[in-house]
């Protein structure tokens, strides 16, 4: 058998951080399995579906990495689900029902008052062929509920019904069919709820595997009845924890919270963003990994603890450091290209400055002051004006070579008496204008000797 997975949001906005949890547990269940993942868009609510949120939704995917090996649009399979309706209502497991939602609502509250849990009571199974044609009369359309499988002979009279699986990550679930209500799967104007259409949709796509958030858990017990009632054999399922803000929040389309596109325009790299959401709530360490590959060694569904995890940004930032820190100039260098960062010096440059920065656009800032000087000149007291002016009158001649510096600074002892940071830091405030950044052994020779000179103050 392939392990074939599937990813299946609305596209009714932009994927964040929580959604993109879920595309990589997949994405990774499929590389450690060598399995096939398909992206399934779930856009039967054409009203709050657009192309532009799908679009999105698979640009973010690629710049993670995800590249899906079948894209499907629910939207686009109306006919076959058309016809899995019509295979329901005739095993007489579909059943036409006329309440309104406020009738629903007055029932729900009559059940608590009563002590009763607030499932619906299956009434529409009640209803004489008068009725219903009087509510026809009425202008009245359906909606089509399941008949749960949670009774013996009369389903007026459900009674415990447990539904087990041993799910990927959380072991062995039990859902109470009795505790639940019918679950409409048709509305009034026909459109389809979520929970058909991907019952169908994995049953013909061959899905084997569903890994998805652990707010779907209950509705898995549904699911797995709706699979038999379709003489299907349910797939394995999978329920990670969810994500929240720092502050317990959870994370919306809706809102775009740590949505995947605010996280790239903030300049935070991709492997940090797999990384963190992958591996948060786990019992791994967060570590940086350099591709997917390398995350999917790490990637162990049954290693996700039970309850949600809250996700801290400030997080992404140590990530991002360290994947900078390390970033080969070979992987970096197209993108410095666009930065404006090119040339002979390019790879130098890039080894020099790559352990100094929070983001790869951060390298433009280091890239002007070696080309062009500090971008705010510093100010010096008298003492240390005089000290650099004796400094800059020791400057070696050229050629340059990797021990410039030291030559330099050397003399610079020598005539000046001068040592550790009284020495260092004038220096760094003139040559760069910051009190911190790469090694000034690595960044001299970058700025060669006319450019050195031009920052004496």
Not at 51 to 63: F, G, K, P, T, V
Not at 141 to 166: A, G, I, M, Y
Not at 167 to 174: F, I, P
Not at 323 to 344: N, P, Q, T
């Amino acid at each position: 058998m392939t392990v074939t997975v599937r990813f299946a949001p609305s596209p009714t906005g932009r994927i964040h951080i929580g959604n993109a949890r879920t595309a990589l547990f997949n994405w990774l269940f499929a590389i450690n399995y060598k399995g096939r993942f398909i992206q399934r868009f779930d856009d039967t609510d054409i009203a709050r579906s657009k192309q532009e949120y799908a679009d999105s939704i698979l640009y973010d995917l690629h710049w993670l990495g995800i590249f899906p090996d079948v894209t499907e649009y629910q939207s686009r399979r109306f006919d076959i689900y058309d016809a899995a309706v019509e295979r329901l209502k005739a095993a007489r497991v579909l059943y036409a029902c006329y309440e309104t939602p406020e009738e629903l609502d007055l029932r729900r509250k009559v059940r608590r008052t009563r002590g009763l849990p607030p499932v619906y009571g299956r009434e529409a199974l009640t209803l004489t062929p008068e009725q219903v044609a009087e509510y026809q009369s009425d202008g009245r359309k359906p909606h089509w509920r399941f008949l749960l499988p949670n009774f013996t002979s009369d389903p007026l009279q459900p009674e415990r019904t447990d539904v087990h699986w041993n799910d990927l990550v959380r072991g062995e679930e039990t859902v109470d069919l009795a505790s639940l209500s019918d679950p409409v799967l048709v509305r009034e104007d026909g459109t389809y709820l979520y929970t058909l259409p991907s019952v169908v949709d994995d049953i013909e796509m061959g899905v084997s595997h569903v890994i998805r958030g652990d707010d779907h858990v209950t509705n898995t017990g549904v699911q797995i009845a709706i699979f038999k009632a379709l003489g299907a054999e349910p797939p394995v399922f999978g329920h990670h924890n969810l994500l929240t803000t720092t502050t317990g929040e959870g994370l919306s389309k809706r809102t775009g919270a740590l949505s995947i596109e605010s996280l790239r325009q903030d300049g935070i790299e991709p492997m940090a963003v797999a990384s963190l959401a992958v591996l948060v709530g786990t019992s791994e360490n967060v570590t940086a990994a350099h591709d997917l590959n390398e995350l999917a060694s790490h990637f162990d569904p049954a290693a996700t603890s039970k309850s949600a995890s809250k996700f801290d940004p400030d997080e992404l930032l140590v990530l991002n450091r360290a994947l900078m820190h390390h970033m080969s100039f070979e992987d970096a260098r197209d993108r410095l290209m666009v930065l404006g960062i090119s040339g002979d010096k390019a790879e130098a440059f890039w080894l020099a400055v790559r352990g100094n920065l929070d983001r790869l656009s951060d390298a433009v800032a280091w890239w002007r002051i070696v080309s062009e000087g500090p971008q705010e000149p510093a100010e010096f007291s008298g003492e240390d004006r005089d000290f650099l002016n004796q400094a800059f009158d020791v400057l070696p001649e050229e050629p340059w070579n990797g021990t410039v510096w030291k030559d330099w600074t050397g003399k610079i002892k020598e005539a000046t008496g001068r040592k550790g940071k009284p020495l260092f830091m004038p220096l760094r405030l003139a040559l760069t204008g910051r009190t911190s950044g790469p090694e000034l052994s690595d960044l001299l020779p970058l700025m060669g000797r006319e450019g050195t000179l031009a920052r004496r103050p």
